[in-house]
């Protein structure tokens, strides 16, 4: 990723310039990006860079003391402040052209586990999301740090920089809630369609990762287990008292990594995901349907991933019991195959495909998605969400009942 100083509050500009030694000059000050990955052995630091980007000698006082907010996991966030490196004055001179990195350090807090979120107090910085290995694989850390110490130059510091933060992290950003243990599962969105009713269609989904390791790059079973919920509504808008058709309760545990390791010329990522599921609609009587299922998902993504990419995920599964629907497989069969294009920050097409054991029964289910904010402005999150539904089964009520295909629009948080 690229180097983006981050500037310090206006405030504290404010203190610099009054204190150098020319009138209207002041100094650049930012705060470096630190590396995605940190060792829990190593004090947490954050290094702020002071260059002289004027004609003129600057004399500088530098804080002995910053103060982050630590967000991490379940816990509030809590302060935690980083004393400035003993060899480091309290003034400094800097020659036009020169730049000096002051450091600041403190002990991670022992709590500090998994992803942990570091806002810094008084800066007008975004906050930084920092993974903290308490393993003992801890080489590619000490590698970024010593990058970084062997910079000589601006420009090279800030390619120590940009290289410590590209280094592979266990987890992205846009798949981290609460810091590693919430975290999104399957789409979640509102969207309404009509094809004879009006069937509004909404869902969301979490996943809750069970434990967090010392080692995030684990692919132990206990360090990856996770409990996941998704739950999905049909609604008739245009029925009297506008009723919900069908609710589906989808509670899962199961293990799953991202990246299993498994390395191949023909992909770029495989991950695995494997466990017990139950989905019913919570009826009772003629309308009750429940199925629980034992199930195994291959993930592979193909090209670069950062970028426009093929992901094809296809989830097999058994049915371990039914209830209300014992030839389900007749129009579900056991297989979800998910077949995903597009690129993180662009348009992204996914249809999952589903054919039954009985005939051509069986069904499509196409969603499209582009980021709101390429659309009206960087301030919106969430997605423009456009999906096409045809077959059996939209709802596991009427699993073998045949709908007319219906198309939606409407708003996506996550897909």
């Given at each position: 990723?690229?180097?983006?100083?981050?500037?310090?509050?206006?405030?504290?500009?404010?203190?610099?310039?009054?204190?150098?030694?020319?009138?209207?000059?002041?100094?650049?000050?930012?705060?470096?990006?630190?590396?995605?990955?940190?060792?829990?052995?190593?004090?947490?630091?954050?290094?702020?860079?002071?260059?002289?980007?004027?004609?003129?000698?600057?004399?500088?006082?530098?804080?002995?003391?910053?103060?982050?907010?630590?967000?991490?996991?379940?816990?509030?966030?809590?302060?935690?402040?980083?004393?400035?490196?003993?060899k480091v004055p309290d003034r400094l001179r800097l020659a036009p052209g020169q730049y000096r990195r002051v450091r600041f350090s403190a002990p991670w807090p022992d709590a500090a586990?998994?992803?942990?979120?570091?806002?810094?107090?008084?800066?007008?910085?975004?906050p930084m999301l920092v993974t903290i290995n308490r393993g003992e694989s801890q080489t590619q850390v000490a590698a970024a740090e010593h990058r970084e110490t062997q910079a000589t130059?601006?420009?090279?510091?800030?390619?120590?920089?940009?290289?410590?933060?590209?280094?592979?992290?266990?987890?992205?950003?846009?798949?981290?809630?609460?810091?590693?243990?919430?975290?999104?599962?399957?789409?979640?969105?509102?969207?309404?369609?009509?094809?004879?009713?009006?069937?509004?269609?909404?869902?969301?989904?979490?996943?809750?990762?069970?434990?967090?390791?010392?080692?995030?790059?684990?692919?132990?079973?206990?360090?990856?287990?996770?409990?996941?919920?998704?739950?999905?509504?049909?609604?008739?808008?245009?029925?009297?008292?506008?009723?919900?058709?069908?609710?589906?309760?989808?509670?899962?545990?199961?293990?799953?990594v991202q990246d299993t390791g498994w390395n191949s010329p023909l992909y770029t990522r495989m991950g695995m995901a494997a466990g017990i599921g139950h989905e019913s609609n919570g009826?009772?009587?003629?309308?009750?349907?429940?199925?629980?299922?034992?199930?195994?998902?291959?993930?592979?993504?193909?090209?670069?991933?950062?970028?426009?990419?093929?992901?094809?995920?296809?989830?097999?599964?058994?049915?371990?019991?039914?209830?209300?629907?014992?030839?389900?497989?007749?129009?579900?069969?056991?297989?979800?195959?998910?077949?995903?294009?597009?690129?993180?920050?662009?348009?992204?097409?996914?249809?999952?495909?589903?054919?039954?054991?009985?005939?051509?029964?069986?069904?499509?289910?196409?969603?499209?998605?582009?980021?709101?904010?390429?659309?009206?402005?960087?301030?919106?999150?969430?997605?423009?969400?456009?999906?096409?539904?045809?077959?059996?089964?939209?709802?596991?009520?009427?699993?073998?009942?045949?709908?007319?295909?219906?198309?939606?629009?409407?708003?996506?948080?996550?897909?």
């Open positions: 990723m690229p180097y983006r100083p981050r500037r310090l509050s206006s405030t504290h500009a404010l203190l610099v310039s009054t204190l150098c030694a020319s009138g209207a000059a002041h100094a650049t000050v930012a705060v470096l990006q630190p590396a995605r990955e940190a060792a829990a052995s190593q004090p947490l630091e954050l290094t702020l860079l002071y260059t002289d980007d004027n004609a003129k000698v600057l004399a500088i006082d530098v804080p002995k003391e910053l103060t982050v907010n630590l967000t991490n996991g379940d816990l509030p966030p809590a302060p935690v402040t980083l004393t400035r490196d003993p586990r998994g992803t942990v979120k570091l806002d810094p107090v008084g800066f007008d910085a975004s130059t601006p420009a090279q510091l800030a390619t120590a920089t940009a290289a410590a933060n590209t280094q592979a992290a266990p987890t992205s950003t846009a798949d981290t809630l609460l810091s590693g243990r919430f975290s999104t599962f399957e789409p979640i969105y509102f969207a309404d369609g009509k094809n004879g009713d009006n069937l509004a269609k909404f869902q969301f989904s979490f996943k809750y990762r069970l434990h967090l390791p010392d080692d995030p790059r684990s692919r132990g079973f206990l360090d990856n287990l996770y409990f996941g919920y998704t739950q999905t509504a049909i609604w008739n808008l245009s029925a009297e008292s506008v009723p919900f058709r069908d609710i589906s309760f989808q509670p899962q545990l199961f293990y799953y009826k009772s009587g003629a309308d009750s349907r429940a199925i629980n299922i034992a199930f195994v998902r291959p993930t592979w993504e193909f090209g670069d991933l950062d970028s426009n990419h093929l992901t094809l995920s296809p989830k097999f599964y058994y049915y371990l019991s039914k209830s209300g629907n014992q030839d389900i497989a007749d129009y579900r069969g056991y297989v979800d195959f998910l077949v995903k294009y597009g690129s993180p920050d662009g348009l992204q097409l996914a249809t999952t495909l589903r054919k039954g054991t009985k005939h051509w029964y069986g069904s499509v289910d196409s969603q499209l998605t582009y980021p709101l904010a390429k659309l009206i402005g960087s301030a919106w999150g969430g997605y423009v969400f456009v999906s096409y539904f045809n077959g059996y089964g939209e709802d596991i009520l009427d699993y073998n009942q045949r709908h007319h295909w219906i198309a939606r629009i409407g708003y996506s948080i996550a897909r």
